[in-house]
Each structure stands twice: as C-alpha cells, then as structure tokens.
C-alpha cells in the first residue's frame, strides 16, 4: 500500500513545475505517489513531464481553485496519508518521509509541516508555520529571519499549504477544505479544526522545501483574503469569542475599508462583504457543523492567537502605534474573562 499521497496543482505559465515534481518523486524514505490536477496550465509545463508510474494528472477542465483542486486530488489518492507540496515548491529529498515519520511516532500531531526556505536564498525563512491574529489576519511566520534559528520541533498556530502532510483518515474526518474558500486561509481554517479536534501542530526544522515565492497583491487575492478571513471567524470562533472581539473588529473593518478603497481595491472588498450576506445559509450550515464537531473550546484555543502584528509584514503608519497598543491591552482583557473558567 502506498505510504504517502502527495496532491500538487498546476495552473498559469508554471516555470517550476518540473523541478517541483521531480523534487516529490525523488523522495527518499517513503512509497509516495503524486496527484498532479492540472486546473488550467497555459503553457507545455503538465505535457513535458516525463512519465511515471507514480504520477497520475487529473484534468478537471476548469479552475477549481486550491481547495477544489485538492479535494478532487484526495479523492484520487490511495495513501494512509495525505500531502501538498506547491507546484513551485522544491522538497528536500528526505522532507517527506521525515513528515510522515514525525506523525506515525507523534499520535497526538494532526499535521506536519515543513520550514518553507526561499528558493534563492535557502538560508532564509519565507515561512515557518504562519500566525493567526485576534482580527482574522494571517502571514508567513518567521519570514525573512535566518533558516539556522528554526527549532527541530514547533507548534505553530498553522502550518503552510506549501508542504505539509497528515493522515488520510483525518483529512476525511474534517471533510477536507471548505471548497467556498477557493484559495487563500484555507491551510489556517484546516490546522484551527485540527487544533478544535483536540491535537496540534507541528512544523519540522530540518524538513525543508525551497519555494520560489513571490509577493502579490492584486484585487482579487485581496478580495480572497479579506473574505476568507471573515469566513474562519464566522464559523470557526463560538459566539462568545465573536462578541468579545465585535468592537476592534468592527473598527478595524472600517479601517480596512478606508484602505482598500485608497488602495485601488475597494469594489473587490465591498464584493466580499456581498458574497457573505448572499451565502447566509451556506455561513449556517458550515458555522454548525464546525461548532458540533469540535471537542475543544475556543478557551483553550485563544492562547494561539497574536495581538502583535509582524511589521515586516504587515507594516503599520506610525499614526496607528497607539491604536495597536489599544488593541493589545483590549485583547489582554478580553482573553482573560474568556479563559476565565480555565483557571477556576
């Protein structure tokens, strides 16, 4: 039986997509097989690769997006456990199998994650498991800290999409990822229900994956982000952890707004709003089956959030200083009357 199914997704020109494929199928330690979904290559890319018995692509004929694509992936998948690696991702040849190692000997560990290097400067973290803020914000962990600083083990809030690996039968527990996020947060919603399931996450130091990673921000992924963001807190925080945080949410939607609509982008964030009081019903639907599955509440969970932003990141005008500071000392409060029954 195959140890290790590993989906990967290829869309646009996809310059990696060789070296990412030849990456997985060079793994050492471990009987994988790659599902590769092509959602919309333009380019020879899915065409030139050479074959392998190991290698299955699936066409679906439109774009599924990164969830749909990799829920079509796991569907095909015949592994005991389950994997992305990014189509311009580079594995490290045992990275794999030290993943699914780290999860055979660690039952209590949902997902594995690797340290995600920049392909041009592997000494460099481009993420190593990514944060999760009181307002819904998220970004790659660690970025731009020294490679060499990153522990054997960590329990980041999430892990990133770009290479991570958990077992089969978990990743059908969870029914996967929401198709309705289409791509963006979706690695941060799975290792959230991972934690509300009652285990953790973990991200191996010296399981590494060199990524060819650019920075975008263009107004659709904004659109994306911003969306999802909304959709986790709405379904993933119980109503109590919501109203705690109804105020600098709201204030902080205002602000984004003003922003979004200096920025260039504002038809796109005023779009998200649109979609999430359309799909009400879907909100309901997915909002209960998250809150009836999980088995731990959000107050063992809130010690996971931050209420630092990473001003590499996400850099602030000097004018907002005093108003993050408000926050922290908002959130200081606010944790502690919702842990309040944890310490009685």
Known sequence: MTDLSIVMLAYGEEPYLAEAVASVLGSTGVDLELVLVDNGTTSDAVAALPADPRLTVLTPGTNLGFTGGVNLGAEHARGSYLGTVNSDAIVDPGTLAQLVDHLAAHPGVGIAGATIVLADDPDTINSAGNPLHVLGLSWAGEMGRPASGVPAVSAPTSVSGATMVLRRDLWTELGGFPLEFFAYFEDMELSWRVRQAGLTVHVLGTARARHHYE????????????????????????????????LPLL?????????????????????????ILTHRRWLG????????????PDAELVGLLTDTFDPAQ???PSAA?????????YWWLASRIL???LHR
């Open 285 to 296: 639907e997915r909002r209960a089956l998250v809150q009836r599955t999980r088995t731990v």
């Open 314 to 316: 996400t850099p602030l």
């Open 215 to 246: 920075f975008s921000r263009s107004p659709l992924k904004m659109y994306l982000i911003e969306r999802n963001r909304w959709l986790l807190l709405l379904t993933c925080f119980e109503r109590r952890t919501l109203a705690a945080l109804a």
């Open 321 to 329: 200083a005093p108003l993050e500071h408000l926050m922290r000392a």
């Open 251 to 275: 204030a902080f939607e205002l602000a984004i707004g003003l922003v979004a609509a200096l920025q260039g982008w504002g038809r796109q964030k005023a779009a998200g709003w649109h979609w």
């Open 339 to 341: 842990t309040r029954k």
